[in-house]
């Protein structure tokens, strides 16, 4: 039988947020600004985006020290602008990291965390840093008890220790600690870190094609299309 | 001339929350549930208390690492308890020490810190850990953007690094965040961690006796009665 659900903790970019859009967004006024053209503001965002595991990964492995995920996205950025063979001045190239500070919720996102947080407590367990994503908070108007994930853990996500220092932090076992996310590689390494798991899909995250992470998919212990479902759905996790 | 206030960081302990009555009245059920009489339950808080500020010194000073405030609180409560010469169990023990997550907030709190948070991002910079932060945060319905401070930190106020690094966590410079305490030490070593300082006068704190760290006053940045008035007056502090 598994533990009462005791909180929740969230991921963020892709399952609270919809970074392709507010990226594209962002970055095609940054571009059009800087006299740059010919380029799709979605491939830009997906090719950025793509960029991201390997990295946070390839940084957890690489025994650096913790490095906030401006820095990883910069890298990442300038990457991706070599690829595509764009020069790019400082200005601009700190203007593009800084979008991923403003990225815009799911029409969702909002009123269901509010609605979850009403049942329990609700924690941030992003990659993001604290700066990052109490900027993305406030400008989404949305509400977190609290910012955890891999600033206080020191190590990204998917190592375990990031998962089970959220649960240790809000003061529970890593069993009474449900992630959130849209991703079926972030519930692997949560399930494997001995917590249990909510899916919320969200299609678009990928402008509607196939996310790249199919691979991980499992029965998860719920399975939800948006916040406002797991609100729902949520009550009898929490009694039994 | 100080640079613009971009964040707050609260102090939680007496400042945000009346702990002395909160404790009284919870430590009253307890021990009179316990079949003790004759102990004044507000004497029973400030002996409590009384042993806090040099408990958390010791504890940065100790080499032990970082240890909840859970523990420190159990450490001083067995110590008062041997002082009253009182036997209690080690559930009365463990409940005592929980009584110190759910502390209610002084009357202009809730909604002045949500006008703050309306100016500018607020955090708490406490010596509770996240999980007694988020069980007093619901409990008195109140909302943080982050909760930094000394677990954040690994280490207690009036440690400097646990200024800092709330600074450094929100992305600012410590000159660009102002700490808000009710006491003179904390907001003495506030500014020598280089943060800007509102004292914020809780004149029941102890009961209408003078504060133990009176002699720490100095001319802060601002001086108000409650997080009202410091809505009021923090606007000019933002744009200079």
Redesign the interface.
Known sequence: MPRPVRALAFDVFGTVVDWRSSIARQAEAILTAAGVTGIDPFDFADRWRARYPGAVRASNEAGRGFVLLDVIHRETLDRVLGDLDLALGEPERAALVACWHRLDPWPDAAEGLRRLRALV?VAACSNG???????M??HGGL??????GA??AGAYKPAAITYQSTAA????EPGELMMVAAHHADLAAARAAGLQCAFVSRPMEYGGRPAPDAAYAQEWELSVTSFLELADALPPLLAR
């Open positions: 407590p840093h604290v700066a990052l994503i109490v900027t908070t406030r509400v977190w008890d609290a910012v955890l600033e206080f932090a809000l003061g529970i």
